[in-house]
Every structure is written in C-alpha cells, then in structure tokens.
C-alpha cells in the first residue's frame, strides 16, 4: 500500500502504535512535542516534522492519539489546525479518548471541508499497543472504516464498528466505566479474604474460577506478585494510570448527565479513583494501585 501516513501524538501509547504501523511496511510521518519520541520513530524508519500540519498536508490517512479533548480540539481546529490545512479526501483517525461531542463536532466540520473522519479509541493498554492487539471501537461512516481498516489491523486484532460518529467514543466510555467498577471490586475482594488470612494468589485462582471471574482477576491482577507480568507486580508502574482511568470515568459520568443516565456504581468507582489519586503519586501509577485504598498496612 503506497499511501503515506501521518500520526501525531507519541505517547505510551502512540508510540508502539507507530511502531507497529512502520512493522507492517507502511511510510510514516510523525509528529510529537516529546524530541526523544520521534527520534526513536526515526530511528525506526519513520520521518519526522516540525509541526502537525507539517507531517499531515500530503499525507493520504492522519492518525491522532492525544491526551484530552482539549488536545484534540486544538490540533484540528485550532491555529493552522488539520481541518484547514489537509487535502479534500484525506481520512482522519482519532485514536484519542474524550467525550463523544467532541468527536460528532469535528466530523461534522470535517464532512464539510470534504474530508472524512472517525473516531476510534482503543482497549488494550500499552502491552496490546506493544502487541500489536488493540481493539478499536470506530465511530463513522462504512466507507471511511474500509479505507482505515488496512491501517488499523496493522495496530489492532479486534475491529468493532460501533456506529455513527462519536459512537466509538460512547463504547470506550462504557467499556471503562466497568472496568473501573470491576477493578475496584476486585481489589475490595482480594484484600478482604487478605485481611482474614487467605493467600491472595489462592483467593484469586478461587475467584477466576468461579462466579467472580473478571478481566482482573484472569489478566490483569492488582495484588502484588500474583501475576509476574503486570504493573501490580512491579510497584504498579506502567499500565493504564490511576489519573487517565479517573479521566474515562469523568467522561462516563458527564455521559450520563448528558442523558439522564442513573450511573451510580460509575459515580461510586469515580469517586474511589478521585481518593486514590489524590494520595501522594497515586495518579501516576497503574490502576490497578486502587488495592491500596483497601490493603491494611502492617
């Protein structure tokens, strides 16, 4: 495929998926405030430009991964934004998590500068942008997606059209809305049979064969050397950070005020992430670090 693609934004997570585009052959451009970022790009084959605008006027397919809606919004409409300065017919992939309004508006100016855009947040953390597993919730139309999806099975192994715009956004919002509530829940459990002397390593085995079986307790567990290859196992470092969870659960809850929703497990899970995060340097840490809201301390 000979189209040139730009992708802006090269975070924890932007960067593997630059990566993994570069892996399966295709010619990027990139483009992030971090120097360090796009000299690794670079290295890896990638060119590199001074400015988003720069990377993204003659490529064909522009993906975005940035940190906020406010992120998002400056980078396409802003001052010398993407919307004004790519060609007519240019596909455009924003790969952020934010609130689904933000991303019907910028459809919406995108379809009327002829430009086609989607919104397509990710699952997986920063091991399945590794990977190369993500799953991409997309918001938009048919043809937009079949013109993205090459691009996308390059990052991702599961591909979920969930709409029109701004849908993939409200399936993200949902999907982390549970997996707040599940993490929460299951760090609650673990360290209550603690507390009463159970090993969490048999707790968690009982429970990921049982009733309460859940992504945490088979993928992804909270308490410290149960799993030797997740944050909990490595003082909580890398992963998905307490600040970005509080975040998602922050868009679920402005969601469900949006539309009347009752959300009070969100709003509980929200609140339990807030507490957390404001302790020392919680927000940094993985999510998972929740457990030591409820762990006794010995």
């Not at 060609?87 to 508006?105: H, N, Y």
């Not at 399945?128 to 090459?150: N, S, Y």
């Amino acid at each position: 495929m000979s189209n040139t693609i730009a992708f802006i934004g090269l975070g924890h997570m932007g960067k593997p998926m630059a990566l993994n585009l570069l892996k399966a052959g295709h010619s990027l451009r990139v483009f992030d405030l971090n120097a360090d970022a796009m000299k690794e790009l670079q290295e890896a084959g990638a060119q590199v430009g001074e400015s988003a605008v720069q990377i993204a006027k003659e490529a064909q397919m522009v993906f975005t991964m940035l940190p906020a809606g406010r992120h998002v919004r400056q980078v396409y409409e802003g001052e010398n934004g993407l919307l004004q300065a790519v060609a007519p017919g240019t596909v455009l992939v924003d790969c952020s998590t934010i609130d689904a309004q933000t991303s019907q508006d910028l459809a919406a100016k995108a379809a009327k500068l002829g430009l086609i855009m989607l919104d397509a947040p990710v699952s997986g953390g920063t091991g399945g942008a590794i990977a190369g597993t993500l799953t991409f919730m997309v918001g938009g139309e048919d043809q937009a997606l079949d013109k993205a999806r090459p691009y996308l099975e390059a990052m991702g192994k599961n591909i979920f059209h969930a709409g029109k715009a701004g849908a993939g956004q409200v399936a993200k919002i949902c999907n982390n809305m549970l997996l707040g509530i599940l993490m929460a829940g299951t760090a609650e459990a673990l360290a209550l049979g603690v507390a009463h002397g159970l090993d969490p390593a048999v707790l968690s085995t009982i429970m990921a064969r049982s009733s309460g079986r859940n992504w945490a307790t088979e993928l992804y567990n909270p308490w410290p050397g149960v799993m030797p290859d997740v944050p909990a196992s490595r003082d909580y470092q890398g992963g998905f950070a307490t600040g970005l969870m509080l975040k998602d659960l922050g868009l679920a809850a402005d969601a469900a005020v949006s539309q009347n929703s009752a959300t009070p497990l969100g709003e509980l899970a929200r609140n339990l992430f807030a507490l957390h995060a404001a302790q020392g340097q919680n927000a940094g840490l993985d999510f998972s670090s929740i457990l030591n809201l409820y762990r006794q301390k010995s």
